[in-house]
């Protein structure tokens, strides 16, 4: 009989572990608060695949960070998802500042980070020439990368799925007990019964963790608030333009994404509820005035939107790993804040290596390889988009014309192995409604194709799962009512 295996958490994390895992013969249940895939941290953050010039030298955070970033891009490959490696610098506009480039410099020496350099102020102006003319000089980082981390942790999701994992949302987990064959696992309507339960719940991770250990864990909940540009014609940064980082962490960046926009942020605010991805006037106008340190012309005309996200730094600043020490059959990644990202391919095979020695997992035989998405319609040349009309019709019917997504990219995302059923779903699976209007003009269209799609009434699909429903009624039953 196969032992259950229960993952809490679907995360980049948990969906990275979950692939890992669902090489092996197991009963793989993955449970997950949200209503879809990638609902926490992992789908607000800068993208950024770091090089690992940063973290302290002998902590698990170097050790993953640098391992994680080595493997990005093959990782990225197999996967079919979006990846680039433009590099990034950390600007100094003192002389004190380049005494801690100099330091993360040696720093990222004895991690193992290569392609480092220190440039000069010159040498950083010919690179980017967009950036504060007071720079005195920088730290550049040549294996700094971009990926799109929602796009990741569907892929990721996908090929565990197709490997029998088996997604639950809308299940937050309350408690973890131990018994004697086991463990049950108690969500807001239900109960699990499983043989091996892994912690990858992000900012309650602390939580479950010291409802099974003696030795408690304390998560600090820290907000990062960030803008958001729309695409520009002249790309005015290629790299990530790092300030020095602070004990609050690396700093407010200006980046482009993989996808072509700029990103500006984020804040650093400690706060007491794990929820509140509110954005504020203020930590928004914060963002703003400390990246016109490294962007002096900076204009958000062109903005549109802003979002934040909610870090799980554990108090004692590191990565927590492995099993539940004295709870045998219990698992955990605790604290994985930034580079977490980064680190996700090196912390699952870390994690997934100390389950399969542990639990004397065996190999599947039919293990299926992933298959990576096809190639985006807005990225297609005129001949391929040809050749994709004639393969589907529906190629040719454009439903977000700001990023030039077609009907059938949007069908396809909710048809995937762990597919949308939100707006925000087909959103992040294809960017219908991230480009300059924001879904003003697709938003109806996406919405009927998902009731068409799930087979539920138009007042059932909803914005972004639970209660955020986008109409409450018919008119002609309001009428009646009348």
């Not at 971009?146 to 990721?156: D, F, G």
């Not at 339960?197 to 991770?205: A, D, H, L, R």
């Amino acid at each position: 009989m196969q032992k259950k295996v229960l993952i809490i958490g679907a995360g980049v994390i948990g969906c990275a572990i979950a692939r890992g895992l669902s090489r092996y013969q197991i009963d793989l249940t993955v449970l997950e608060r949200g209503h879809d895939v990638c609902e926490g941290a992992s789908k607000a953050n800068s993208g950024i695949v770091h090089a690992g010039f940063d973290a302290k030298p002998g902590t698990m955070k170097a050790r993953l960070n640098v391992e994680g970033s080595q493997q990005y891009e093959a990782f990225c490959r197999e996967l079919g998802v979006p990846y680039s490696q433009p590099g990034a610098l950390v600007l100094a506009f003192s002389d004190d500042e380049m005494k801690t480039v100099q330091e993360l410099y040696q720093q990222g020496i004895e991690n193992g980070v290569k392609e480092l350099s220190v440039l000069n102020a010159e040498e950083v102006l010919a690179l980017e020439p967009n950036v504060n003319k007071e720079i005195k000089g920088a730290l550049l980082a040549k294996t700094s990368g971009l990926v799109s981390p929602y796009e990741l942790t569907y892929a990721l999701a996908d090929h565990a799925a197709v490997n029998g994992a088996h997604f639950i949302f809308n299940q937050e987990v309350r408690s973890i007990e131990k018994i004697d064959n086991g463990f049950t696992v108690k969500t807001q309507d239900n109960q699990y019964e499983t043989d091996i339960v892994i912690n990858c719940s992000g900012v309650s991770s602390a939580i479950l963790h010291n409802q099974l250990s003696d030795d408690k864990r304390e998560i600090i909940y820290r907000r990062g608030q960030y803008w958001l540009l729309d695409h520009d014609v002249n790309k005015l940064f290629t790299m990530t333009m790092f300030q020095c980082p602070t004990k609050m962490g690396k700093g407010v960046l200006v980046s482009p994404t993989v996808h072509g926009n700029i990103l500006l942020g984020p804040t650093a605010e400690d706060i007491p509820d794990s929820q509140d991805t509110n954005t504020t006037a203020e930590g928004l106008a914060n963002v703003l005035n400390t990246a016109k340190k490294t962007w002096p012309g900076i204009n958000t005309r062109t903005g549109i939107t802003s979002f934040s996200g909610i870090r799980a730094h554990e108090k004692n600043g590191d990565f927590i790993i492995g099993q539940v020490e004295g709870v045998s059959g219990a698992y955990e990644t605790v604290g994985i804040e930034s580079p977490g990202l980064t680190s996700a391919p090196a912390i699952s095979a870390l994690l997934v290596g100390i389950i399969e020695k542990n639990e004397q997992l065996t190999p599947k035989d039919d293990f299926k390889p992933a298959v990576p998405l096809p190639k985006p319609f807005n990225e297609m040349n005129d001949d391929e988009r040809r050749q994709a009309i004639a393969e589907n019709p529906l190629n040719g019917k454009l439903i977000c014309r700001c990023e030039v997504v077609t009907e059938a990219e949007i069908r396809a995302a909710i048809r995937r192995p762990v597919g949308a059923t939100s707006i925000d779903g087909v959103k992040r699976r294809t960017r219908a409604g991230m480009g300059r209007c924001q879904g003003g003009f697709c938003s109806p269209r996406v919405a009927e194709i998902i009731s068409e799609e799930l087979g539920i009434p138009m007042t059932e699909v909803t914005k972004s799962g639970n209660s955020s429903k986008l109409l409450v009624g018919k008119l002609e039953d309001s009428f009646a009512e009348v």
